[in-house]
């Protein structure tokens, strides 16, 4: 009888949790039930597993709307009508169509044994029904069958009893996704926008008591239930399975392709090589994966013949054959890389290939995969965004109609806003009390469907056996189910992810080519790793800019350890992890690094297991380790246990049992528990957030591009850098690092800045991209009429020329791009303003004039001119000054100390003038707030801060701008930071200041 259940992914409409709604089936006896979400499917295969473990028949379907108008719902008589339920939803969602109000005679259904189709009593139904064609009747309806011809469609009669909440305080929460939903006040919301009460959930007794008029109304039912059979066997691979035409042309392709690699990569004789690709490839055909490692193997040739840059990293880095296919570079014999990670026996999905491509080049990589393997075989893998405590807060407010100030008070700012609590301390009345209340409750609740940030599905039966399509944004089909859910079903994710690193690369090697007529292969990555300006490079720490070591914390890290190697330079990139500097482990294996003598392993085992690593687990392959030859856990568990501390299953129920095993293990082997409890204590530290090896080889490999890059060829990779926008840091931070490598940057100008910042010898033009207020096109037009035309005579010539508007042109004259003409800004602000209109322009533009004519001449008074115009000019269209900021500051510089001697008042109290580029929150073992700053001084030469928790809370930073901090210099490991104590915003000086203190700058510090 439950024919019409909804959860949650309802989206913003249903109230139950999938398991709630299992649950209370179960909890009623009921023995079979229906699953029909509004327009979505996300959750079908976890019902469809839930039901199954508590013996009740699982139904799939789907509620169609046209907006928020009931159509039909549709059931899938077997898996094939599942199938034809997601086509026909994913045709409609993608195209953006309404939906047919009679789908009987849609050709997705010509089928009558795969579908049923419900209509509502209370809406449209045909008049002849087919052989899979229902009319379906709530309680609230059965009235509605006096007037209704019952003998004639006796044998279509069903019960349609919505199922949506379970009871009148979810039905309120229902009323208030309602309102959010449709962006209106919880008082505005119309009965036409929210269901009715009648969708609380009703008991069987409840249900036949109301039809008991009508038993065949309730013997149809059962009927419609007992023909509905849907059999998937979940958790067996469903990826595509072939690459070539069979399994054997697929391993005999696998292996002549990898022995041919293993030649290029090592030459034809090194045994160690060949034995271990020999034993890969076995074990990748045992267990089924050849299809996948070629089809992977197919993108990378796609990329490659493309020109594309691209990083293969994942656990499928650990492989051999991945090496030799040239699926990444990195070699697992030099690095030692742990087998067992990669591939074991005990294995149930395939590796982890996750492929980093430009975001210039994904899009057009997914393209090719799509129309490679096909759109009923490929999707992008969904994902489900949750209401968070930010997101409730001011929804609800505004469905309860606060003002916004009100809602301010009540968010929470900052990194933390996903942590915070709905305390009902908070509120200040009873309407905030509420909006606390049901917050509460409606937390976790997903709120809509996105995309994976990389993954893609390709199987190898038709994608609609398992889900629906959508089409986000981004302009690919979606699939509406999650990570989580594919790999339920056992379709296994390749990831093809976008990275700006990868842009720069690229873009450095273009603008060296043409700058300088050199040719740079990017692939000699030995070559770099020995080269010693790079060595020097990341020994300074001069590394912005470059791949995963140019935040701050990486950057510490690097100074601390001295690193000026490749190998170093792999476990920092997994040292960095939060796990590992939040558990003490870091500031250990630091302290082991430089003293090796220094310290005694825990217990024996962990020496031969952790030798390389000081004894601390820095890699997934040492968990993996740990757990299997000091715990006695099997390679199986151990992969279960990777996975559980990789995000890879929901909720923590996978670790907590896997941590009895490893307890009860130890134990029985006789371990100390202070020992066994340490262990664990490392093995946590990386839930939810841990590298395999091979993935750090891999962004250190890509790390050794950018350095080999910014070592030798530093002004153009700078300025690939800014083209690509940036990495960890704002352009601004990037623009005054050129400058510090020698370039002359000069503000937009009409005859050289192209729509991207462009470099000639070594005169950086600044983009037109930067300026907000000019539109692409107008900026594209005047790049092609200078093309055409030559370079712009006077700003009469170019107005003439490029019909620019009013705002673009002032804009472009407000930065001085038309310095050549060698007036002042303010004289052709004068001129543009008298200029004849953009309209009259554009005419003479398409009739232009037989004859040039002279530019019509102003005589003006004497305009003042100030020396911070400029950078007030470029503060307010750019959002950054161009050159040193410091001029700005209103203050005296020389009172501060610069960073390059903060080395001499080591332990002293000092005052130093910083200007604000970065701030990292993070939160004491206590709870309390504290943050590392990142400042860099007059000189540009970098300044790290520490303001703990009563010092924060006194002095918090302000936002961008200048601070004065007074605080004691502090070292550890060689890094040197502030200790602030007291913090000062300074403020700016006018913009008719008649001078500009220019700063002594002194060398950089690193």
């Known amino acids: 009888m439950y024919l019409n259940c909804k959860t949650y992914f309802s989206l913003r409409y249903g109230t139950f949790s999938t398991q709630e709604l299992v649950d209370l089936a179960e909890k009623n006896g009921i023995e079979s039930l229906a699953l029909t979400n509004i327009n979505n499917v996300s959750d079908a295969w976890d019902f469809y597993n839930l039901c199954l473990k508590k013996n009740i028949k699982p139904i799939l379907g789907v509620e169609i709307r046209n907006k928020d108008r009931f159509c039909y719902v549709l059931l899938a008589l077997n898996i094939n009508g599942f199938e034809q339920i997601n086509q026909f939803l994913s045709f409609h969602l993608q ?147 072939t690459f070539s035409s069979t399994p054997e042309d697929d391993r005999m392709l696998l292996e002549k392709l990898a022995m041919d690699g293993c030649v290029l990569r090592y030459g034809r004789r090194n045994k160690t090589a060949f034995d271990r690709v020999k034993k890969e490839l076995a074990i990748i055909n045992q267990l089924g994966f050849n299809s996948y490692f070629l089809i992977t193997w197919d993108i990378i040739r796609y990329a490659q013949n493309r020109g594309y840059f691209y990083v293969g990293r994942g656990s499928g880095a650990n492989s051999i054959v991945a090496f030799c296919l040239q699926i990444t570079d990195v070699n697992p014999i030099e690095l030692d890389l742990y087998f067992e990670r990669f591939l074991n026996p005990h294995r149930t999905s395939p590796p982890d290939f996750d492929i980093d491509f430009s975001w210039l080049d994904r899009d057009d990589v997914i393209d090719y995969i799509f129309k490679r393997y096909g759109k009923k075989q490929v999707a992008l893998l969904g994902m489900v965004t949750t209401f968070q405590y930010n997101a409730l807060i001011r929804e609800l407010g505004k469905v309860f109609g606060l003002p916004k100030g009100e809602i301010d008070q009540l968010a929470t700012k900052g990194y933390f806003s996903r942590s915070s609590g709905f305390d009902p301390k908070k509120a200040e009345d009873k309407i905030q009390q509420l909006i606390l209340q049901y917050g509460q409750l409606l937390k976790n609740f997903p709120n809509h469907l996105s995309i994976h940030p990389g993954g893609m599905l390709i199987s190898e039966a038709s994608i609609f056996q398992y889900t629906g399509v959508f089409m986000p944004p981004k302009g690919f089909p979606t699939a509406q189910i999650d990570m989580f859910v594919a790999e339920q079903i056992g379709l296994y994710k390749l990831d093809i992810l976008s990275q700006r690193g990868l842009g720069h690369i690229k873009e450095a090697i273009r603008i060296v080519r043409e700058n300088k ?175 395999s090896k091979a993935h750090s080889a891999s962004f250190a490999v890509e790390s050794y591009q950018s350095l080999y890059l910014k070592t030798y060829y530093p002004q153009e990779f700078m300025v690939a850098v800014i083209n690509n926008f940036g990495g960890f840091y704002s352009r601004e931070l ?31 033009y600044t983009g037109f991209i930067h300026i907000k207020s000019l539109e692409q096109k107008a900026a594209e037009h005047l790049i092609e009429e200078r093309k055409r035309g030559g370079y712009y005579k006077s700003l009469a010539d170019l107005v003439e020329r490029s019909a620019i508007g009013k705002e673009s042109l002032n804009c472009l004259i407000r930065l001085n791009a038309f310095r050549f003409t060698g007036k002042s800004k303010k004289e052709l602000l004068w001129e543009a303003n008298l200029w004849q209109e953009p309209a009259k322009s554009k005419e003479k533009l398409f009739h232009p004039a037989l004859f040039e004519e002279a530019p019509v001449s102003f005589q003006l008074p004497e305009l003042p001119a100030y020396p911070l115009e400029d950078l007030y000019d470029e503060m307010e269209l750019l959002d950054f000054p161009l050159s040193n900021p410091f001029p700005l500051a209103d203050t005296d510089l020389d009172q501060y100390i610069p960073a390059a001697l903060l080395e001499q008042y080591k332990g002293k109290k000092i005052t130093v003038l910083g200007y604000l580029i970065t701030y990292k929150p993070v939160r004491t073992i206590k709870g309390d707030l504290m943050c590392f700053g990142t400042f860099i001084d007059a000189s540009l030469n970098w300044l790290d801060t520490i303001h703990f928790p009563d010092s924060l809370q006194r002095y918090p930073l302000q936002g961008n701008g200048f601070y004065a901090l007074t605080g004691i210099v502090v070292e550890d490991f060689g890094v040197l930071n502030l200790e602030v104590s007291y913090l000062q915003k300074i403020g700016l000086k006018p913009r008719n200041s008649p001078q500009a203190a220019q700063p002594h700058l002194l060398p950089p510090t690193g």
């Open 734 to 764: 990037y623009f005054y690092e050129l400058s510090k490598t020698g370039a002359t940057i000069h503000a937009p100008c009409i005859n050289n800045s192209d729509w991207y910042t462009c470099i000639k010898g070594q005169d950086v």
């Open 517 to 691: 007529n050199i040719s740079i292969n990017i692939h000699e990555i030995e070559k770099f790793k020995k080269d010693p300006g790079v060595r020097n490079q990341i020994r300074s720490v001069q590394t912005i800019g470059c791949f995963y070591i140019e935040s701050p914390a990486m950057r510490q890290l690097l100074k601390k350890l001295e690193c000026d190697d490749y190998l170093t330079l792999v476990a920092a990139s997994s040292i960095i992890r939060p796990g590992v500097a939040s558990s003490g482990m870091m500031k250990a294996y630091i302290e082991r690094y430089h003293k090796p003598d220094s310290f005694e392993y825990i217990h024996p085992i962990m020496k031969e297991l952790l030798e390389e690593t000081y004894g601390i687990m820095v890699y997934q392959e040492d968990v993996i380790k740990v757990a299997h030859h000091f715990a006695g856990i099997d390679m199986g568990e151990a992969d279960i246990l990777r996975r559980a501390m990789s995000g890879k299953y929901r909720g923590n129920q996978e670790m907590i049992r896997i941590k009895e095993n490893f307890f009860s293990n130890c134990m029985e082997r006789g371990y100390d528990p202070a020992v066994i409890a340490e262990v664990w204590r490392q093995i946590e530290s990386f839930g939810g957030y841990s590298f």
């Open 95 to 241: 195209e953006e169509r309404a939906f047919p109000e009679h789908p009987g005679v849609d050709t997705f259904f010509s089928n009558p044994d795969n579908v049923a189709i419900i209509y509502s009593i209370a809406s449209f139904y045909p008049e002849k029904l087919a052989n899979h064609e229902w009319i379906g009747i709530r309680m609230d309806q059965i009235t509605k069958l006096f007037s209704f011809s019952v003998t004639r469609y006796r044998h279509k009669l069903i019960v349609l009893q919505p199922v949506s909440f379970l009871n009148k305080r979810f039905f309120n929460a229902h009323r208030l996704l309602r309102a959010i939903d449709n962006n209106v006040l919880l008082s505005r919301l119309t009965p036409e926008l929210q269901a009715g009460e009648i969708e609380i959930f009703q008991s069987p007794e409840k249900i036949l008591k109301a039809f008991a008029q009508y038993p065949f109304i309730i013997t149809n039912t059962y009927r419609l239930m007992e023909a509905s059979s849907i059999e998937m066997e979940l958790h067996t691979d469903k990826n595509k399975k």
